[in-house]
Each structure stands twice: as C-alpha cells, then as structure tokens.
C-alpha cells in the first residue's frame, strides 16, 4: 500500500528556474516529512523536513510547503541550478523513536544550462 | 567523522544462493535501518535494529533477516536469493529518542543471475 504519492515522475527545469514537486499522504499519523536528494549511484541524503505544525519551512535556496488539511506537501527548488539535478524522494515518518520512513516514488530533476 | 559505510559495494549472487550485507552506523549512532530500492523506485523499507534487536519489520518475507551487534553495526542477510531481490540496498542510522533524521550509506548494489 503505497502512503504517500509523488509528483510528477521527472522534470526538466531551465537553470534559474523554479522546480516544484509534490506530494500526497495518507496516514495522518504521519509526523515528520523529511525530503531527500540521491545522486546516481549514491544513497539519499537529507535534505529538509518538516514537521506538521508548521507550514512553510526554508533553507536556502529549498522551501518547503505543508497544507496538514489537504494532506499534502511540496518541495520548491529555487533558482534551480544544473547541480541541482538529480532524483528527489519526498518521505513520512511517525515519532516517538520509531523512524520507518515511507517514501514516495521519486522526481527526477534535469535543469538544463 | 565517518559517516554510514556499507559493505560490498557490489555483489553478484546466483538464484537460490545466500547474502550477507554489512553496515556500519555513523558515529554516534545507535539504530540502524535497512531498506531495498529497486531500479526506478523509493527505497522500501525492510526492518529496523535497535538494542540489538528487530524492533520494526516492513512487507518483506522472512527470508530477510538481520543482526544487530553491540558496536551498533547490522547485518543484513538473504535467503534463496530470487531474481526480483536484484535491487540497492540501503542503510541508514539514527540516534533513537533525539532526532527524526536518518543518514543513508551509499548501498550495496545486488544483482541475482
């Protein structure tokens, strides 16, 4: 049972550019939302989370936006940058110590020159 | 500071054969997660290993199994390997009861002929 919906599968974004991805949850149980950036042949790697009582977290050039009601959330890339590219996993996890991450199906981004 | 090492890198294994993967945790850390991705997919989650014991077990059959031992480093162990258990396999470590992040090794790239 897939929990937590990602969108869309790929995207090409023009340096300088915006790159949005999106995703959907079901759990609400869900209390942490963690996105994460894999480079080829590499494991994921941490990009920002948030949690669900906030609804807008930023960190450079990355932002993320959280709607609890709707059940979803998005990943804003700004000012996308050819290093930028790479595949992006938006994920859910509940607390309290026990960190199983779900993740979603993955975004693979191209920002071209 | 050494962050999450696996090893092999790679490892080619025929159908029906046993494997054993190995990870060690960033330092510091003292629960590891295991995860499989296949080709194209979000990482999906296997089990969990804490205090040397499995404290949490996604949808995989029991021919998956794991170790913890008391430095905090795991093993991950396949039985009657089949076709469709080619995939990346991830670890990931966390400090249990103070943070929700999880830092992922590189993988060990598995492929079942």
């Known amino acids: 049972q897939q929990q937590v919906k990602q969108s869309p599968q790929s995207l090409i974004v023009q340096k300088g550019g915006i790159s949005i991805i999106n995703c959907a949850y079901e759990?609400?149980?869900?209390?942490?939302f963690p996105w994460y950036q894999q480079f080829p042949g590499k494991g994921p790697a941490l990009l920002i989370a948030?949690?669900?009582?906030?609804s807008e977290k930023k960190e450079g050039r990355f932002t993320i936006s959280f709607n609890k009601s709707a059940k979803q959330f998005s990943l804003h890339i700004m000012d996308s940058q050819p290093g930028d590219s790479a595949t992006y996993f938006c994920?859910?996890?509940?607390?309290?110590?026990?960190?199983?991450?779900?993740f979603g199906t993955g975004t693979k981004l191209q920002v071209i020159p | 500071d050494a962050g999450v090492t696996q090893s092999p890198t790679h490892l080619i294994k025929t159908r029906g054969q046993q494997v054993t993967l190995r990870c060690s945790p960033k330092?510091?850390?003292?629960?590891v997660s295991w995860y499989q991705q296949a080709l194209g997919q979000g990482p999906q989650f296997i089990f969990q290993y804490y205090e040397e014991e499995e404290r949490q077990r996604g949808n995989f059959p029991d021919r998956f199994s794991g170790h913890q031992f008391p430095n905090y480093s795991s093993e991950l162990n396949v039985n009657a390997l089949l076709l469709g258990d080619s995939a990346l396999y991830l670890c990931?470590?966390?400090?249990?009861?103070?943070?929700?992040?999880?830092?992922f090794g590189p993988g060990t790239r598995l492929t079942v002929t």
């Open positions: 990931a470590s966390s400090l249990t009861g103070t943070s929700y992040e999880q830092y």
């Open positions: 948030i949690r669900p009582d906030v």
């Open positions: 759990n609400t149980a869900f209390d942490y």
């Open positions: 330092s510091g850390h003292d629960t």
């Open positions: 994920a859910a996890s509940i607390g309290g110590g026990y960190q199983k991450v779900t």
